[in-house]
């Protein structure tokens, strides 16, 4: 590699000022969505009576959409996990969640797992499947740091939880995100972010001259 490609290739390891503005945009509009998801679950553990305590399991998936959300678009390494923070900023700071600084850690885990798909296909994947690992990801790995703070190991429905939550964030943390990034792109918003930029594989072939 020259010292031209060298010096490039830093340049892009950078966040660009638009860039930025994009995950603090989607880490704001994600934190107070989350918010509303809070009054949901609520809701549902309510309706759900007995089980209301599993209501947290069945929209958790709900609380991982910034991360692939910001990926998918900027498709940079890390700005899932900067989502994820921000976004539980938003509800500590301003929305005076009760899980207080602790919701910064979850805010993590949740932005690796999410993440951790992505930067195994080089931030080169952006399918439905890779939308589904990152969402079952997500959820399962923070699983297991809410499970410690709740003591919820020992208990027979343990491993109801996991599944439980692993599903919802298959179904609502990557799988709905796909399709909101993919409704996102429709509308010609994000044509100045990497996800905008054609790639090898849209290239039209060639006719060939006989």
């Known amino acids: 590699m020259t010292a031209v490609e060298t010096a490039a290739a830093a340049r892009r390891a950078r966040l660009t000022l638009r860039e930025i503005v994009m995950v603090v945009v989607l880490g704001v509009v994600f934190g107070f969505l989350y918010w509303v998801f809070v009054q949901a679950w609520n809701l549902l553990a309510i309706m759900m009576g007995p089980a209301g ?18 990926v998918a678009i900027l498709r940079r390494p890390g700005v899932g996990v900067i989502a994820e923070i921000l976004a539980a900023v938003i509800q500590v700071v301003f929305l005076g969640s009760p899980v207080g600084p602790l919701l910064l850690l979850s805010g993590a885990l949740q932005g690796i797992g999410s993440e951790l798909p992505f930067a195994l296909t080089r931030y080169r994947r952006f399918g439905w499947g890779v939308f589904a690992a990152s969402g079952a990801l997500g959820a399962g790995l923070v699983f297991f740091w809410t499970a410690y703070r709740f003591g919820w190991y020992g208990q027979d429905l343990l491993t109801l939880r996991l599944a439980v939550q692993v599903l919802s964030g298959l179904v609502l943390g990557g799988l709905l995100a796909k399709v909101i990034v993919r409704s996102l792109e429709r509308t010609g918003v994000l044509a100045n972010f990497a996800i905008g930029a054609p790639s090898p594989d849209d290239a039209i072939p060639q006719r060939r001259v006989r």
């Open 53 to 70: 305590d599993l209501a947290q399991h069945v929209l958790f998936g709900a609380w991982l959409l910034v991360a692939p959300v910001a």
